[in-house]
């Protein structure tokens, strides 16, 4: 089955502990994304990544990390997570014509106390 | 940036009665997609429009790409319970390199 795989599902952790989602696409797609989505503000782009090796900054990097070493995974890293981190997390991927637009995953739910 | 601004922000409706929501930008856009976010899940595209003045159906819903291209419709016929969710636009705006952007949604609530 064509998708893309999140996880944890649900994250509780502490400011300052250092965190990584992880995020999987089974479909060999060029294009990778992360968004964060918060109430009243819609689904606001971090990182994306055109290509293996290939990343670029969205509307809200800052304070995360992302890495595209190989085609099919994409990681999420907060180097120290502060609890305006607190979020609904999707990760998203698309073939290299994304007109077609994109597949999402099933969003992670972190909060940071 | 460019945004795409999404109205209304949230409805609330009675089972079986029609829907209408729009999208709409400050600049010209050469595809427009519509997602549908059920409770607790990712967004999941319900129908892609790639020319102006398309009609596209999908089941009970229907999206129109506006002739001036800077516009998107979406309607929904004779509404039920599983409708609920939050309904987004999107779309790659000039220059974007294929990045999607997103508008701010429209939640839908449906009252049996």
């Known amino acids: 089955e064509a998708q893309v795989t999140q996880n944890p599902r649900y994250l509780i952790t502490v400011t300052g502990k250092k965190l990584t989602v992880t995020c999987s696409q089974n479909?060999?797609?060029?294009?990778m994304s992360w968004y964060r989505q918060d109430p009243g503000l819609g689904l606001r782009q971090i990182y994306y990544s055109m290509n293996v090796e290939v990343t670029d900054k969205g509307d809200v990097p800052e304070g995360y990390k992302v890495s595209r070493k190989e085609k099919r995974n994409f990681p999420l890293i907060l180097e120290s997570p502060s609890p305006n981190q607190t979020s609904l997390y999707f990760c998203?991927?698309?073939?290299?014509?994304?007109?077609?637009?994109?597949?999402f995953g099933s969003g992670t739910r972190l909060t940071v106390v | 940036g460019q945004q795409l601004n999404q109205s209304p922000q949230s409805m609330f409706i009675q089972e079986g009665e029609d829907v209408s929501m729009n999208c709409t930008s400050s600049s010209i856009f050469n595809t427009w997609l519509w997602y549908k976010q059920d409770p607790g899940e990712g967004p999941v595209l319900l129908i892609a429009?790639?020319?102006?003045?398309e009609l596209t159906s999908n089941g009970r819903l229907t999206a129109q790409f506006g002739i001036t291209r800077k516009d998107s419709f979406l309607n929904i016929s004779a509404s039920i319970p599983s409708d609920v969710g939050i309904y987004f636009c999107?779309?790659?705006?000039?220059?974007?390199?294929?990045?999607?952007?997103f508008g701010k949604g429209t939640k839908l609530s449906v009252k049996p």
């Open positions: 429009l790639y020319k102006a003045g």
């Open positions: 998203a991927s698309g073939g290299a014509d994304r007109i077609y637009g994109y597949t």
């Open positions: 999107a779309g790659p705006p000039r220059g974007s390199q294929g990045n999607l952007i």
């Open positions: 479909m060999n797609h060029e294009y």
